[in-house]
């Protein structure tokens, strides 16, 4: 098997007279299994672990977080559970995605962080492939 996984990423900034752009398009990379798993998961505000399975060893994954709604602090914090707690490494504001490479034997730990304001339960698109 050769380069079935695609990554492109791209990120710009244009704030006042600060200015940058960081492009990785065509980043192609090996799945040795083919495995990966998705969907649309609400996330509560205590820690909860997030299943990958039939993924057994991680690789590229894709986080969004649904939440619209603009009263109110909502984020989606993603980390790392260790048995006891969420190590986190990543922080979804409303409307925000991401896309990073994870350790094969992660296991993926997600909480949401909400005021009182925020009426609506936090939804969170998630894709985990397999190396």
Same mark, same amino acid.
């Given at each position: 098997? =050769?380069?079935? +996984?695609?990554? &492109?990423?791209?990120? @710009? %900034?244009? /704030? ?5 752009? *960081?492009?990785?398009?065509?980043? @192609?990379?090996?799945? =040795? ?7 649309? %998961?609400?996330?509560?505000? &205590? ?14 994954? =894709? *986080?969004? $977080?649904? /939440?619209?709604?603009? &009263? ?5 914090? +993603? ?9 986190? *490494?990543?922080?979804? $504001?409303? /409307? ?6 994870? =350790?094969? @034997?992660?296991?993926?730990? %997600?909480?949401? %962080?909400? @005021? ?16």
């Amino acid at each position: 098997m =050769a380069d079935e +996984i695609a990554v &492109s990423v791209s990120v @710009s %900034v244009a /704030n006042g007279g600060y200015r940058e752009r *960081f492009a990785a398009n065509g980043v @192609s990379v090996d799945q =040795a299994v083919q495995a990966g798993v998705g969907g649309v %998961v609400t996330i509560g505000t &205590s820690v909860q672990t997030l299943s990958i399975l039939p993924v057994t060893a991680a690789g590229y994954a =894709a *986080f969004r $977080n649904l /939440n619209t709604q603009t &009263s109110g602090t909502h984020y989606i914090t +993603i980390g790392a559970y260790d048995g006891t707690n969420l190590e986190a *490494f990543a922080q979804l $504001n409303r /409307n925000m995605s991401a896309v990073l490479p994870l =350790a094969p @034997s992660i296991t993926l730990a %997600v909480q949401g %962080v909400t @005021s009182t304001q925020y009426t609506s339960a936090a939804r969170m698109q998630y894709l985990v492939l397999a190396r």
